[in-house]
């Protein structure tokens, strides 16, 4: 199994491409406006306390406040408000909190008005990305996440990802975290800890403990609300959440975003450094890796899969639904329940991989092929549930019901990856898939390029126009050499939609 990160720099975004096999399975975009990133952690004022919801809405900066819930307030959150007030007025400048006494813990059946009030400050993290018409969702328990660890101030409690499966490995580490661990803060050891010295957790923990310390010097007379800790850049922190011994090849197409993953992945793999490569080709990055067509077949309202079936996808306010259609597939057997079977299992896989791609979050219910059979119901549960395994966000998936639905939820911490696959129809209302372009039009400019003595050029337009334009003979190029005497290379650009296309010079430059 390989596995290949493709990133793209643009001027006020960076997309990342996760492939497996070759195959896209997930898409992130990092924008320079997004100022509240999963992890972030600011100081903020409690705008007011709501008995009725037992929650409290916090000021962090953006449109809409904040929602902190009891539940998310830790049960620490009275010794951290103690630690913000003494830092913030100058009293505590020793941040370690080995000689800082803790309060008592809050009940944990208690009511928010018994802890929080109203402009009071608060060191608040972003666990969900505003959505829609609400705000941010926040937590007041606080998580530092490291390539090994994950920090937890106020805390003295030590414990290891579940998905180590060896109960020796999982003690060696517990007692490695704890002869390091410092005094008043708690350690999760991550899956990727498994096998490693402690040396290397140890050189983990003390540069959470340095970023712990930097953003506790930010506390001193603080500007509400501002910004205290911020997540590493999408790259680093990706790759810090992902990044394995599978992983084959990572390329970049900017400098400067080359050489910082470059010196990370040294810090954190440094046999892995020679997979990091820059994308120095006139072809487009995504479209280099194929990465543009398949984000025009994936995020479309159906999905194509093998064998003829595909996928309906709805969202609606409540879930998404998704209807799974066996297409032409339903000829090419006389068995209807191995028929159902086996499409249903190619749909399994595509699905997981769709969840992953959009980032879908909340309700999913899948309408799979009915089937007769509690074995084979039991085969399609089984691997939905493998085919899901890889995937970081929670989520729990329910037995297929008589009906035939597969109930799944999943976590929603971003807002979902929506991409527009459909274009105005140039020869009608509405929005079509796949609008024919006006090849008159480019004909036209053509003309006045050639009159204006242009030479050696080259169009670019979608590979469905360029194929039309090159097909056939006498093909739409080939009149236009007979009309002109001068040949115009086309070259099929993925990225592109139905009716985009410009000419370059011999240079590669754009001819307006």
Not at 442 to 452: F, S
């Amino acid at each position: 199994m390989d596995k290949e990160l493709i990133i793209r720099s643009e001027s006020s975004a960076v997309d990342f491409a996760l492939l497996k096999d070759g195959k896209l399975i997930e898409l992130n975009k990092d924008e320079d406006d997004n100022n509240f990133n999963v992890g972030d952690i600011m100081i903020a004022k409690i705008r007011k306390a709501v008995p009725g919801l037992n929650a409290a809405f916090v000021n962090v900066g953006y449109t809409k406040d904040g929602f902190l819930h009891y539940h998310d307030l830790g049960p620490q959150v009275s010794s951290l408000l103690k630690f913000i007030k003494r830092v913030s007025t100058g009293k505590l400048k020793d941040y370690s909190l080995k000689n800082f006494t803790f309060e008592k813990d809050i009940d944990k059946n208690g009511s928010i008005t018994d802890v929080l009030k109203s402009n009071q400050s608060l060191l608040v993290q972003i666990v969900k990305e505003p959505i829609s018409t609400k705000g941010p969702r926040i937590s007041s328990e606080l998580s530092l996440p490291g390539r090994y660890i994950v920090l937890v101030p106020f805390s003295n409690r030590i414990s290891v990802s579940q998905k180590i499966e060896s109960k020796e490995e999982k003690d060696r580490l517990k007692r490695l975290v704890k002869s390091i661990k410092p005094k008043g803060f708690g350690v999760i050891v991550r899956t990727v800890a498994e096998g490693k010295k402690v040396a290397e957790l140890d050189k983990d923990l003390q540069n959470l403990m340095g970023r712990w310390t930097a953003m506790c010097k930010k506390l001193y007379k603080p500007h509400y609300p501002s910004k205290v800790l911020g997540e590493l850049h999408r790259a680093s922190s990706l790759l810090r959440d992902v990044f394995n011994d599978t992983f084959t090849s990572i390329t970049v197409d900017d400098e400067t975003l080359y050489t910082q993953i470059k010196d990370y992945v040294s810090e954190i793999a440094p046999s892995k450094e020679s997979i990091v490569k820059l994308h120095q080709s006139n072809v487009p990055i995504f479209e280099k890796f194929g990465i543009e067509r398949q984000i025009k077949t994936s995020f479309g309202r159906t999905v194509s899969m093998s064998k003829g079936a595909y996928l309906v996808i709805e969202h609606t306010e409540a879930m998404h639904v998704i209807d799974v259609n066996s297409g032409n597939r339903s000829n090419k057997s006389k068995n209807q329940e191995d028929t159902a079977l086996e499409v249903n299992l190619i749909s399994a896989t595509e699905i997981a991989r769709q969840l992953r791609l959009r980032d879908m979050g909340g309700i999913i219910v899948v309408d799979f092929i009915d089937m007769g059979r509690a074995e084979n119901r039991k085969t399609l549960y089984d691997h939905l549930k493998k085919e899901m395994s890889d995937d970081r966000a929670k989520h729990k998936i329910l037995p297929p019901s008589k009906f035939g639905l597969i109930q799944i939820t999943r976590q929603r911490v971003r807002p979902e990856m929506n991409i527009k696959t459909r274009e105005e129809n140039p020869n009608g209302d509405g929005e079509i898939e796949a609008p024919i372009i006006l090849i008159q039009k480019i004909k036209a400019d053509l003309d006045r390029l050639i009159k204006k003595n242009h030479k050696k050029i080259t169009l670019s337009t979608h590979p469905f126009i360029s194929a039309f334009l090159t097909k056939g003979f006498p093909s739409p190029r080939s009149q236009w050499f007979f009309d002109h005497k001068r040949w115009v290379k086309i070259i099929p650009r993925d990225a592109y939609t139905y009716l985009e296309y410009h000419f370059h010079d011999k240079d590669g430059k754009v001819i307006r």
